[in-house]
T-cell receptor, first 113, second 114 residues
Framework: EADIYQTPRYLVIGTGKKITLECSQTMGHDKMYWYQQDPGMELHLIHYSYGVNSTEKGDLSSESTVSRIRTEHFPLTLESARPSHTSQYLC????????????FGPGTRLTVT | KNQVEQSPQSLIILEGKNCTLQCNYTVSPFSNLRWYKQDTGRGPVSLTIMTFSENTKSNGRYTATLDADTKQSSLHITASQLSDSASYICVVSDRGSTLGRLYFGRGTQLTVWP
């Protein structure tokens, strides 16, 4: 079992609210990632980080933002949630070794009403 | 364009039976291929990882094969159990970046019935 955690696991929130999805890992990995996954669809990379103070946008355009102030912590923020943001959000981390093995958290299921 | 295609999209089998899932990819330059198992509402968990030079790799009842020439992989599950019900995702990594970019298939949803 990978040591990567996400909270909350489930979130139902109204339109216009600001939300932060938490992700933390205790493996000391430099690289961290956020993916978005809709039912029956593939994972899409929305943000990634090479290390502290490094953040980049991924392949899928997202209105969310991320920060990386500490190695172990990679939160994702939506300033104003909309129904189109309803999805599953998965956080992952990698040491960059072993073929870039990525370890995934359990995910946050977000529903915006 | 780097892509990963999986078939079938869904599969229902009876407990104890075997099954094989397929993956075709166009990712280049190829680094490695993984099969992940994703239970409903959970994050993916790696089952196997194969590099260019490996043809077969086993992990318990799971056996993955790779044909790097035809860019195809398969995952064979032997003597299926109810707990095998999950989505199985084929993931290919390229050598083109230091990020370790992964390309995901949409997965095969496997349901094992008693």
């Amino acid at each position: 079992e990978a040591d990567i955690y996400q909270t909350p696991r489930y979130l139902v929130i109204g339109t216009g609210k600001k939300i932060t999805l938490e992700c933390s890992q205790t493996m000391g990995h430099d690289k961290m990632y956020w993916y978005q996954q809709d039912p029956g669809m593939e994972l899409h990379l929305i943000h990634y980080s090479y290390g502290v103070n490094s953040t980049e946008k991924g392949d899928l355009s997202s209105e969310s933002t991320v920060s990386r102030i500490r190695t172990e912590h990679f939160p994702l923020t939506l300033e104003s949630a909309r129904p189109s943001h309803t999805s599953q959000y998965l956080c992952a981390s990698s040491s960059g070794q072993g073929g870039y093995e990525q370890y995934f958290g359990p995910g946050t299921r977000l529903t915006v009403t | 364009k780097n892509q990963v295609e999986q078939s079938p999209q869904s599969l229902i089998i009876l407990e104890g039976k075997n099954c094989t899932l397929q993956c075709n990819y166009t990712v280049s330059p190829f680094s490695n291929l993984r099969w992940y198992k994703q239970d409903t509402g959970r994050g993916p968990v790696s089952l196997t990882i194969m590099t260019f030079s490996e043809n077969t790799k086993s992990n318990g009842r799971y056996t993955a094969t790779l044909d790097a020439d035809t860019k195809q992989s398969s995952l064979h599950i032997t003597a299926s159990q109810l707990s095998d019900s999950a989505s199985y995702i084929c993931v290919v990594s390229d050598r083109g970046s230091t990020l370790g970019r992964l390309y995901f298939g949409r997965g095969t949803q496997l349901t094992v019935w008693p």
